[in-house]
């Protein structure tokens, strides 16, 4: 008994617990204190990045019939534009998103810009170059926090090493990142596998191959894009191997640019 007492804790918190099963967050929940049984739970049913992961508000009373809900109602993270983006993407999917950008959020932004027929290792590269230079001009030369989101590691070395050719007259270095630590230089553009994307946060980010991804991931392919779509506070670009994007990305309430 000594033994499990000294497991427990006065506060159990918990974050993007939607990647739980409720089985998981329950046992979670038993290490609380039985004096405080103190359980908080953070995170996004519209976010979940695994398929056994938390899926309603009803999961969560049966792993604590006492847990108050409370709802964040004010989005503070995205531009304008790039917040209804992330709506309209929750919505075709089937979620309500009750959020709301702020009154005091004066950025108007940039509407996504896509990028269709990339199919090697270098046209994704000189897309991505044209673009960061764009953004540099924008930026005035002050270069913001840029990720790349690849749907495999696989892709992680040839994609870096092919930027890197591409962007060094900006004197800027490409990164592969493949466990998704998020070190480094803050002028690095860093690329990720997008399983480790959640929790990071970037004024630009670029999601390769969604093409790709949906072929792949099929269950899992809206998640990815809301996450990823989310990830970005001003600049968010899509690229494809085909002509044309999947079918839940081609849809009238979805803009997309050729460039910014």
Request: glycine content about 4%; overall charge negative.
């Amino acid at each position: 008994l000594e033994n499990i007492a000294r497991l427990r804790r006065n506060q159990i918190l918990v974050d993007e617990m939607t990647d739980f099963s409720p089985v998981q967050l329950a046992c979670m929940a038993a290490l609380a204190n039985t004096a405080t049984r103190s359980l908080f739970l953070s995170g996004d049913f519209n976010q979940r990045l695994t398929l056994w992961g938390s899926r309603s508000e009803e999961e969560l009373s049966w792993v604590a019939p006492a847990l108050d809900v409370e709802r964040i109602s004010m989005s503070y993270r995205q531009s304008r534009k790039l917040a209804e983006f992330a709506r309209s993407l929750a919505r075709l999917q089937g979620s309500e998103i009750n959020d709301q950008v702020s009154d005091f959020t004066e950025n108007l932004g940039y509407a996504p810009v896509l990028g269709c027929s990339l199919a090697t290792d270098g046209d994704r590269a000189h897309w991505l170059g044209e673009r960061i230079r764009e953004i540099e001009h924008i930026a005035d030369g002050q270069m913001p926090t840029i990720a790349v989101l690849v749907p495999h590691k696989d892709m992680l070395a040839p994609l870096t090493a092919a930027l890197n050719v591409e962007i060094a007259d900006l004197n800027l270095q490409a990164k592969a990142y493949s466990d998704g630590e998020a070190i480094g230089k803050t002028n690095d553009v860093r690329v990720f596998p997008i399983e480790h994307i959640k929790g990071l946060e970037f004024e630009a980010v670029f999601f390769l191959d969604v093409d790709r991804l949906a072929a792949e991931s099929p269950e899992l392919f809206d998640r990815y894009i809301y996450v990823g779509a989310t990830r970005a506070a001003t600049f968010l670009g899509l690229t494809c191997q085909e002509s044309t994007l999947p079918a839940t990305l081609e849809h009238p309430e979805l803009c997309y640019e050729a460039k910014w």
